[in-house]
């Protein structure tokens, strides 16, 4: 098995051009969840799933929100390093409608040994403050960031999306949370700076979250986990990703109320093999 020094570095930007609401909702809590993995050991696979959670996205849509990930294995003699991914979520053509809408990708020929991983997340966000007096927005942004380290073992537990999500497990899901108190009208002068959102969010707390994580709030059923399962598969398989051969017919595209996930396949922007299941849109399931 041959094993590369870059793994993958996924970074996405949700814009509201994506968004077409009836009632456009001006207020409430957002939730980012990093659903799986948690700090624990799982048996080697050919394919490892990562999954992400936006609570009430079409509030978060506001947010600008940009996520990085960084995954890396670490040996005893050296770390493997990052290789840059990116991934624009407001060149999807379907609106982010369920609630909460999950965000999945993979990473084979990378955790089929024993090793150990470390993963950071880096969230970005932007708000804004009251008017300055020619009209403009005071706007701030803040990144925030989680790191986790997980194991491959064989013999470990198995990858299980829904055990997860479990009452028992979830509260480990990390978690980012926002206040939004209110939006504010972003000034035509402003529109293609910092934002090109027509709206900008106010948050009740910038620096500190002011209200407790819910990551339990989400949950993946047995046939959500089968959709991701297969959906990664196939994207894998179509990818020429080592050890998955068995395609399979392509997942459904259509969205179905038991399904209880949105998913995601990207290319890698290089000609080196990392192998970062993937492919060239995003799909939406809806959630049960």
Known sequence: MIFFDRLSYL???????LLATNAQQTSGFVEVDLIFPHNESY?????????????????????????EVFISRWDSDRNLQIFP????????????RPDPYLIYTSLGNMTSIDAIYKLEWILTTLSCSGSA???????????????????????????????????????????LNFDISGLEKVPSNDLGN????????????????????????????????SSITAALSYSA??????????????????????????????????REPVWLAGGLAWLVYLLG
């Open 11 to 17: 970074c996405w930007c949700l814009l509201p051009l």
């Open 43 to 67: 048996t080697t696979s050919d394919l490892m799933p990562f999954v992400f959670a936006i609570q009430n996205p079409q509030l978060a849509i506001w947010l600008n929100p940009s996520l």
């Open 85 to 96: 991914w990116f991934l624009e979520l407001w060149k999807m053509q379907q609106e982010i």
């Open 133 to 175: 007096a020619d009209g403009s927005l005071n706007f701030t942004q803040v990144t925030q960031n989680k790191t986790l380290w997980f194991s491959t073992k064989n013999g470990a537990q198995p990858l299980d999306l829904v055990a997860a999500t479990k009452h028992d497990t979830c509260a480990a899901n990390e978690s």
């Open 194 to 225: 910092l934002t090109y959102s027509p709206s900008c969010p106010v948050l009740a707390n910038v620096s500190l979250p002011s209200v407790t994580p819910t990551p339990c709030a989400v949950t993946i059923n047995s046939t959500a986990a």
């Open 237 to 270: 398989c179509i990818d020429q990703v080592p050890d998955v051969s068995t395609c399979g017919p392509p997942p459904a595209q259509t969205p179905t109320a038991s399904t209880n996930a949105g998913r995601t396949w990207l290319k890698p922007r290089t």
